[in-house]
């Protein structure tokens, strides 16, 4: 049983409505309804060592950072902006103070960059390793949350930066490699950008049919979409964002760099789909405002009828990987 | 350095103040403005085994209720009304699907007590046992959340409950005593009751200045009070509620009552101060409501002029503890 089937599981029976809530189990962020103006959304996410992290690989600085940082990209993934976090870490016996300080410094850091305050938490010594457990609450303009289940057939398919670098990361740091040509790969894997601005420019811009963040790996995410939404996604495999020292880095590792860009996970880009009948308007403004983001912002694909994701090759057949998106295997 | 320090060294430098905020760090809950009639709260607070539990002594059922209602307890302390809550779980391998379940089962019949919905979170597998995170969100009239900083000098020092309890619970769990007298500590110590009527009932009373859940024990909890409302607490030892079966039944695991009752944690009580001038109105009021409340409300102490808390014996004189209120030591 895998993560997905095991929070269905265990949320099946779950409440379906509640007074205030607007969306609950099933998104990036639950929706909670605010005031006349704004609605709150809500979103926790933990990491634990040597499932998520291992300390010989990661500075407790950038550590702290991106442990903040994954919580805000949910944030995003709905197009909502971060207020608070509140943060629950379980410290080893033995683990250093200045340690500590240094992680809540990182996270400190990546709050500051997205003008997030800690508001709250619980520190508690840890029998069994490093932990740490966000929560952060956002705001978004009231009922203008992107969800997962928004896609319409005709709609086309986005992706923001590129993808695979941070499982290409992932991959040098467990073979070892710390050339100088793979440190951006690593970086990306240990210090992701949350996609705040952008996010919250899809939102305002009214074409986003539907959203996520890319946690899991992109086939994996953009099938929760497809799920959610009763269609299927088709990606075409040469659209996909590449840059060339990438696919020579993958080929160092062993990787091939197409199936690291499908499936890799932790990229924290945003996926999306934008509504048929508003594509040449966001065509039009994504050129005027994409220089002021600082990364791409890439067509590759588009929803049709059916269900799941299938990768069309340039000769336009159906691709079959050999192995699905990273999840967290139980 | 313990907890206390550990939060108050990393939270250093943390914004005090955020549009929206009503309050940060340093409470049972943060306050976030919600509406022109609703404040919200939210806290967060987690178990990991071998540190808050242990598997052999508490059933996942069992566990899976503490997690939330610890969580609830926060709530209650600020005299709120729980809404909604998020779990982050990390699952050591080979644990068995079923006592996940049972866990998830254990805390959906918390939320059902509470009236409280499942809303998000995070499953992950732990390579370090197993852990519960959990974050409430609660709401509360605008503006009348009870925080530790409101006592002040000629207030009133109240408990709900009975003290020690849940202290002697786990001192039987430890010294492997389950004996039939003992049952009910053990219950006390497993299955707390977070106060949330009462909880709400102290708030709409306006009588009550300060409150806090005594979750490390009354003395420490008291102190959080103290320190944060700059007074001294006074509390006169044979005050304190105490039955007959916990002298007897403290006797044989070798512990003193008045200490148990002291400075025990997880008793998940309230500890509450009212305002002099309201003392009359509030006793009055409590004669009549407190018989639908189920359980004790007992003056305990008083608020005076200094720092700290003091204990003061039926001849008037200071106790002192031997050892302080039960924190997490690092």
Request: charged share 25%; with cysteine.
């Amino acid at each position: 049983m895998n993560e997905f089937e095991l929070i269905k599981t265990v949320t099946h029976g779950a409440p379906a409505q509640k007074d205030g809530l607007v969306r609950g189990v099933g998104d990036d962020c639950a929706v909670i309804s605010g005031n006349e103006t704004k609605d709150f959304l809500i979103t926790t996410d933990a990491l634990f060592e040597d499932v998520h992290f291992k300390r010989e690989w990661i500075s407790p600085r950038t550590l702290g950072r991106k442990a903040l940082s994954v919580n805000i990209s949910d944030i995003a993934a709905m197009g909502g902006k971060p207020l608070f976090y509140l943060v629950t870490i379980g410290i080893p016996k033995a683990f250093p103070l200045k340690e500590v300080e240094e992680i809540f410094e990182g996270m400190a850091n990546s709050a500051f960059v997205h003008r997030t305050a800690l508001i709250g938490g619980d520190t508690c010594s840890s029998a069994n390793g490093l932990l740490i457990s966000i929560t952060v609450i956002g705001d978004i303009d009231r009922g203008k949350s992107i969800y997962r289940s928004g896609a319409k057939i005709g709609d086309s398919v986005y992706v923001t930066g590129i993808l695979g670098h941070a499982a290409l990361g992932l991959a040098c740091l467990e073979k070892g490699i710390r050339s100088l040509e793979v440190r951006e790969f690593i970086r990306k894997h240990d210090d992701p950008t949350p996609r705040v601005a952008i996010g919250q420019w899809l939102m305002s811009s009214t074409c986003v049919s539907s959203m996520i963040d890319i946690s899991d790996g992109l086939v994996s995410d953009l099938n929760h979409i497809a799920e959610a939404s009763n269609v299927e996604i088709k990606i075409f495999a040469n659209q996909i964002p590449k840059v060339e020292e990438f696919a020579k880095a993958a080929n160092r590792c062993n990787k091939d760099a197409l199936t690291l860009a499908l499936t890799g996970g932790e990229d924290y880009e945003l996926a999306f789909t934008v509504s048929s009948y508003k594509k040449d308007l966001f065509e039009k403004m994504m050129k005027v405002v994409a220089p002021t983001f600082g990364h791409a912002v890439t067509k590759i694909g588009e929803v049709t009828a059916g269900n799941g994701v299938k990768i069309i090759d340039m000769h336009g057949a159906n691709m079959h990987l050999t192995k699905g998106g990273y999840e967290h295997k139980f």
